[in-house]
């Protein structure tokens, strides 16, 4: 009986190797499937019954619609007794965790687990190998804006279209570089005398974003270059989610200065000359109605410093907000909406170049419109507009 131990090991080996062959095969399955489907930054590590799958979307409007795509394509792939766990990427970061139950069938069963904590997962995400990587990737975003002013009596209403192509790409793990152009399609609010608008066309923003995620849910986002709203300089953002992602802290401190390129002339002040602008908010998420409540203490453009309370409710992929303001300048009210755009699904996401639209249309109004107060300009990457997207309640 010599020969036993010699048949154990082989057997043993067998064993192993075979269940090892298994699994990278269902490996390559995934990426394979992932990287098809246009998801960037893929990578799937089995740990025994479970496997933990790494993306990032490019290719949907929604992150909701794109984690339907995934499990999909799970469920097409996986044994049913496997469970999964996705997760999901913003400029190469993990921003979110779905536990997901199978057997899952979409519409049937919802998503559970959701989460931004990543607490469980340290070790899987210090071992992950992540493919079909988004650095260099061009994206060029087709948006528009709607604008109107008051005129004068014979013509009260001054209407503006712009058309705002938008250059996006990431050079490297958490970085983005992003420009845009306002082109006037249509522009009557010129005839008023407003400098800011007397042009065909002018320099949107051009800037450099960083974006670091921190345990605890916490992400900080810095940003410098030209921003929407004629401004140069540089702003530092921070946001912490708590009491299961439903309670919100975010703070923002920004030094810009005035600066507009438009009709190929570049009129600026002085970096010295600029202004110290800064926010503290709190959010809050009503889960059952999709509803946020936000206060907010900010020190505006001009100096005046105040209150803005507001409530955005979500209905589906629409969104409405209603806001009041009360600083030194004055008090104002008014509303927000965000209409999404079509298609839902983006064309070429894994070509080097991508032509795609934005994703909605926002508009603002207020009431008060001559009231100088709470005034600011835009950072086109803020981390609360694409930090919605990803929000733990749109699942839960």
């Known amino acids: 009986m010599k020969w036993l131990p010699l048949v154990v090991v082989a057997l043993l080996t067998l064993f192993v190797f075979r269940g090892e062959a298994g699994t990278l095969g269902q ?31 490019r290719g949907y409007r929604t992150e909701t619609q794109a984690m339907n795509v995934v499990i999909t394509l799970l469920d097409s792939i996986l044994s049913p007794t496997m469970d999964a766990v996705l997760v999901v990427h913003h400029q190469s970061l993990p921003v979110l965790v779905a536990e ?28 992950a190998v992540l493919r079909n990587r988004s650095q ?21 209403w001054k209407p503006q279209l712009n058309w705002i ?13 992003t420009g845009a152009v306002y082109v006037r399609l249509w522009n009557e609010m010129k005839d008023e005398g407003y400098r800011e608008h007397a042009n065909n066309w002018k320099l949107g923003w051009l800037v450099f974003n960083q974006l670091w995620r921190f345990p605890n849910t916490v992400f900080v986002s810095t940003t410098i270059g030209q921003f929407d709203g004629d401004r140069y300089g540089g702003e530092l953002q921070a946001k912490g989610y708590f009491h299961a992602d439903q309670l919100a802290l975010e703070g ?32 809050y998420r009503y889960l059952l109605y999709d509803l946020t409540l936000r206060v907010q203490y900010a020190t505006y453009l001009y100096g005046d410093r105040g209150w803005e309370f507001s409530m ?36 070429n996401p894994n070509h080097l170049f991508q032509v795609r639209p934005a994703d909605a249309i926002r508009y603002e109004y207020r009431g ?14 803020n981390i609360s507009d694409w930090l919605m997207y990803y929000h733990p309640g749109l699942w839960n």
Do not use: C
């Open 100 to 127: 997901i139950p199978r057997p899952l069938r979409l519409g049937t069963q919802p998503v559970g687990g959701v989460s931004f904590s990543t607490g469980a997962l340290t070790s899987s995400l210090s071992g």
């Open 136 to 156: 260099f990737k061009f994206s060029l975003v087709q948006g528009f804006s709607y604008h109107a002013i008051l005129g004068n009596f014979e013509d009260a």
């Open 368 to 381: 008060r419109t001559f009231v100088r107060g709470a005034q600011s300009y835009r950072n086109p990457v």
């Open 27 to 57: 490996k390559l399955e995934v990426l394979t499937a992932l990287s098809t489907h246009g998801f960037q930054n893929v990578d799937a590590v089995f740990e025994g019954d479970t496997v933990i799958v790494f993306y990032e979307n």
């Open 252 to 283: 923002h401190l920004g030094y810009v200065s005035y600066s507009q390129w438009a009709d190929r002339h570049w009129t600026y002040n002085d970096l010295s000359a600029g202004d110290v602008v800064g926010s503290l908010a709190v959010e």
């Open 312 to 347: 955005n409710r979500e209905f589906g992929d629409l969104q409405i907000g209603f806001f009041g303001l009360n600083t030194e300048a004055g008090i104002n009210a008014g509303f927000r909406v965000l209409v999404p755009l079509l298609p839902t699904r983006y064309m």
């Open 165 to 177: 192509p938008e250059l996006q790409f990431s050079p490297w793990h958490g970085g983005l570089i």
